[in-house]
């Protein structure tokens, strides 16, 4: 029989674990280390168990700690759905929802929907985070809703789609200034361009006109792990980016890109709201997930900042 182990101290081992270390968790959920350290040790020793495994980055659930973790969240997301039912009578629904993205398109994506959700459900805090596509489907974090773009792989977690995203070419009119605007994939060919890595292997350039499609193979003047940066680089004019419509929507709007043979583009993307069973049930959770795949082309259509000087006037 386990020894003695109070709610607390799975309420702590829960923090940690979606913090993904001691520390991050004593900053995000404003706890003491030796706190938490504390409340974790004591149920280990209750359980007779080894719930993480410490390593240099951080720590990493043990099968155990999986298990444990699928278990005492349903527990603490019943109390939460209860509360939410209490307040959904009053028609005010607060909290604090966990997101996280893919990161293909994370800081883009869960920023834009964190930010329309937000400003419609001002009662609503949010812990949002970026991982490898294959730790978070793994289970190596926890969370109520997960942004995945493409088709997630088989798991028991639910999804929805939310909507579509299409790549294009782009360069920025200093390039094209440069080096002339590309009539034909063949010059593409000939430019350089900024290649996204993805798991270390470089992303094709894929795009279709009509029932013709071709895989173009620019040389890769600069390899990145992370579209952000392919953006700056294409608009700082240095090459030719092969990105989605939403991502550069601003700066084509700006005048900072410019469509590259636009009527040839990539295949259709998928992106999907992928979220656990046990979270199926939460009015909170079920809001956010409703209102992303209803207002997806809405809240994709905006970076989410307003990169503009406001002049608030004088005296």
Same mark, same amino acid.
């Given at each position: 029989?386990?020894?003695?182990?109070?709610?607390?101290?799975?309420?702590?081992?829960?923090?940690?674990?979606?913090?993904?270390?001691?520390?991050?968790?004593?900053?995000?959920?404003?706890?003491?280390?030796?706190?938490?350290?504390?409340?974790?040790?004591? =149920? %280990?020793?209750?359980?007779?168990?080894?719930?993480? /495994?410490?390593?240099?980055? !951080? #720590?990493?659930?043990?099968?155990?700690?999986?298990?444990?973790l699928d278990h005492a969240s349903i527990i603490f997301d019943s109390c939460e759905n209860a509360v939410s039912a209490a307040q959904r009578a009053h028609s005010t629904i607060s909290g604090?929802?966990?997101?996280?993205?893919?990161?293909?398109?994370?800081?883009?994506?869960?920023?834009?929907?964190?930010?329309?959700?937000?400003?419609?459900?001002?009662?609503?805090?949010?812990?949002?985070?970026?991982?490898?596509?294959?730790?978070?489907?793994?289970?190596?974090?926890?969370?109520?809703?997960?942004?995945?773009?493409?088709?997630?792989?088989?798991?028991?977690?639910?999804?929805?789609?939310?909507?579509?995203?299409?790549?294009?070419?782009?360069?920025?009119?200093?390039?094209?200034?440069?080096?002339?605007?590309?009539?034909? =994939? %063949?010059?593409?060919?000939?430019?350089?361009?900024? /290649?996204?890595?993805?798991? !270390? #292997?470089?992303?094709?350039?894929?795009?279709?006109?009509?029932?013709?499609?071709?895989?173009?193979?620019?040389?890769?003047?600069?390899?990145?792990?992370?579209?952000?940066?392919?953006?700056?680089?294409?608009?700082?004019?240095?090459?030719?980016?092969?990105?989605?419509?939403?991502?550069?929507?601003?700066?084509?709007?700006?005048?900072?890109?410019?469509?590259?043979?636009?009527?040839?583009?990539?295949?259709?993307?998928?992106?999907?709201?992928?979220?656990?069973?046990?979270?199926?049930?939460?009015?909170?959770?079920?809001?956010?997930?409703?209102?992303?795949?209803?207002?997806?082309?809405?809240?994709v259509r905006s970076p989410g900042y307003r990169a503009v000087r406001i002049d608030y006037g004088q005296g």
């Open positions: 029989m386990s020894d003695q182990y109070e709610l607390k101290d799975i309420r702590c081992f829960l923090s940690i674990a979606r913090a993904g270390s001691i520390s991050r968790a004593a900053a995000t959920y404003n706890i003491p280390k030796a706190t938490l350290s504390h409340h974790l040790r004591r =149920l %280990e020793d209750a359980l007779h168990v080894e719930l993480f /495994v410490r390593k240099a980055k !951080g #720590l990493e659930l043990t099968d155990a700690g999986k298990e444990f604090r929802i966990r997101i996280v993205a893919s990161s293909a398109f994370g800081t883009s994506l869960i920023g834009a929907a964190a930010h329309y959700f937000a400003v419609h459900n001002p009662q609503i805090d949010f812990d949002l985070q970026m991982y490898p596509n294959d730790k978070i489907i793994a289970g190596q974090f926890d969370f109520d809703c997960m942004i995945f773009v493409g088709d997630p792989p088989t798991s028991s977690l639910l999804r929805r789609k939310m909507g579509n995203v299409s790549f294009g070419l782009y360069a920025s009119p200093l390039f094209i200034e440069q080096n002339g605007m590309p009539a034909t =994939l %063949e010059e593409v060919n000939g430019c350089n361009g900024v /290649v996204y890595m993805r798991n !270390g #292997l470089p992303e094709r350039w894929h795009v279709r006109n009509g029932k013709r499609s071709v895989n173009l193979n620019p040389h890769a003047r600069f390899n990145v792990n992370e579209y952000w940066m392919a953006k700056y680089f294409a608009v700082e004019g240095l090459v030719i980016g092969y990105l989605p419509d939403f991502f550069v929507r601003y700066e084509v709007e700006q005048g900072g890109l410019v469509p590259i043979l636009p009527e040839w583009r990539s295949d259709d993307a998928p992106v999907y709201a992928v979220y656990p069973q046990h979270r199926h049930r939460n009015p909170r959770i079920m809001k956010l997930v409703d209102s992303m795949c209803s207002q997806f082309d809405e809240f």
